[in-house]
């Protein structure tokens, strides 16, 4: 009995789906952002602040994702004001260029990632989560220097 309720639901996949939300200028995330998928897209590029890791607490956590390379400035995500100074940890950028003298990027503290103008590409990514002291980044790129750190 048992197992013709699972086979029954094995293909179960409820109606759950991610947020995604457009960024098309300069923005301030709040702790209500969490879980999100934000696509960076716009013609002149933009910042985006972290809200301040006391805000966003354990757990929170969002990616973001170049939908349009950026062509006249860069995208940069920065730490949220206040007492936060270099509580961005980044554990490594992979770089996908078939160059092998760069490593991808890291960093034990920071205050800005960025997706560097004219290099980073559509589908370049960070993922970006708080423990409730820092924020910890891992990414992608496909270029040399796509996403940079300081």
């Given at each position: 009995?048992?197992?013709?309720?699972?086979?029954?639901?094995?293909?179960?996949t409820g109606?759950?789906?991610?947020?995604v939300?457009?960024?098309?200028?300069?923005?301030?995330?709040?702790?209500?952002?969490?879980?999100?998928?934000f696509?960076?897209?716009?013609?002149?590029?933009f910042?985006?602040?972290l809200?301040?890791?006391?805000?966003?607490?354990?757990?929170?956590?969002?990616?973001?994702?170049?939908?349009?390379?950026?062509?006249?400035?860069s995208?940069?995500?920065?730490?949220?004001?206040?007492?936060?100074a270099?509580v961005?940890?980044?554990?490594?950028?992979?770089?996908?260029?078939?160059?092998?003298?760069?490593?991808?990027?890291s960093?034990?503290?920071?205050?800005?990632?960025?997706f560097?103008?004219?290099?980073?590409?559509?589908?370049?990514?960070?993922?970006v989560?708080?423990?409730g002291?820092?924020?910890?980044?891992s990414?992608?790129?496909?270029a040399?220097?796509?996403?940079?750190?300081?």
């Amino acid at each position: 009995m048992r197992s013709d309720f699972l086979n029954e639901n094995s293909n179960f996949t409820g109606s759950h789906k991610l947020k995604v939300k457009e960024l098309l200028a300069a923005s301030t995330l709040t702790e209500a952002d969490s879980g999100s998928i934000f696509l960076l897209n716009s013609a002149t590029e933009f910042a985006t602040t972290l809200p301040a890791v006391a805000n966003a607490g354990a757990g929170w956590y969002c990616k973001f994702v170049v939908k349009a390379a950026p062509s006249s400035g860069s995208y940069t995500v920065i730490e949220g004001e206040g007492s936060d100074a270099n509580v961005i940890i980044v554990n490594g950028i992979n770089e996908l260029e078939v160059d092998t003298s760069d490593d991808g990027v890291s960093s034990t503290g920071c205050s800005t990632v960025t997706f560097a103008d004219g290099v980073a590409i559509k589908g370049d990514f960070i993922d970006v989560w708080c423990d409730g002291s820092n924020y910890y980044v891992s990414g992608q790129t496909k270029a040399d220097g796509g996403i940079s750190v300081s």
